[in-house]
């Protein structure tokens, strides 16, 4: 329970020393309970301020939707790009469908109609946690991994705005103009009335501007020189 909720002891946070419980293999009524948990647990811990620990439990999120090949369990100390696999494969334990109830064709509807609802829900939760992988990323400097989980998101869901819009801040941050911009107009297209791509995209069109001006002022100023 300490670890769960990141209280400390002795100076030290408990969870650094005492993993939260492994919900890989459990049903998967459980399992969906323990990561709509850790998607909570995300936020709060980003809105605090603490984007190592929140990345840590976005990272655990991917790992208990996926399979990872050889993971059996999980380790925060494994590269975090792993936990961005392509092709995303999905748990098996989560996918498991439930005997029917009944027999009949009634009962096969409703556990196929089960089987589908858990499966968008472990889509949503695996993009949200992917998501959050990126924003964690870009507060912690970790760029390359801020972009790998935005184009993960894009490769799976196109239309996914806030994907863009975070692509667009990592490749600003390395001044990736040009690609910055072309995110953004992908995200503008997307949702026109996005207000932080439409910012985004005028702060940095100024700038590009500016630089541009600049360059064409040295350039002016060496031909001078040269006479």
């Given at each position: 329970a300490c670890a769960a909720a990141g209280r400390s002891l002795v100076g030290l946070r408990v969870d650094a020393i005492a993993a939260p419980p492994d919900k890989r293999h459990a049903p998967p009524a459980e399992q969906l309970t323990h990561l709509r948990g850790l998607r909570r647990r995300v936020v709060a811990l980003f809105g605090a301020g603490e984007g190592s620990h929140a990345l840590r439990k976005a990272l655990r999120s991917l790992w208990v939707l996926q399979e990872l090949g050889a993971k059996p369990t999980f380790n925060p100390e494994t590269?975090?790009?792993?936990?961005?696999?392509?092709?995303?494969?999905?748990?098996?334990?989560?996918?498991?469908?439930?005997?029917?109830s009944a027999p009949g064709a009634e009962a096969a509807v409703a556990v196929a109609a089960e089987g589908a609802a858990r499966r968008e829900e472990m889509e949503g939760l695996w993009r949200e946690a992917a998501l959050a992988v990126a924003a964690c990323a870009l507060t912690l400097g970790r760029i390359d991994l801020a972009q790998l989980a935005c184009r993960r998101v894009i490769a799976e869901e196109a239309g996914c705005v806030d994907a863009h819009v975070r692509l667009a801040h990592a490749l600003y941050s390395e001044r990736d103009l040009d690609g910055a911009l072309a995110a953004l107009r992908q995200a503008v297209v997307l949702r026109?009335?996005?207000?932080?791509?439409?910012?985004?995209?005028?702060?940095?069109?100024?700038?590009?501007?500016?630089?541009?001006e600049e360059e064409r002022r040295r350039r002016a100023a060496s031909r001078g020189f040269l006479g």
């Open positions: 590269n975090a790009e792993e936990f961005l696999a392509a092709p995303r494969e999905w748990c098996r334990a989560l996918l498991a469908a439930p005997p029917p026109p009335g996005h207000r932080e791509a439409r910012a985004l995209h005028g702060e940095i069109a100024t700038l590009r501007k500016v630089l541009k």
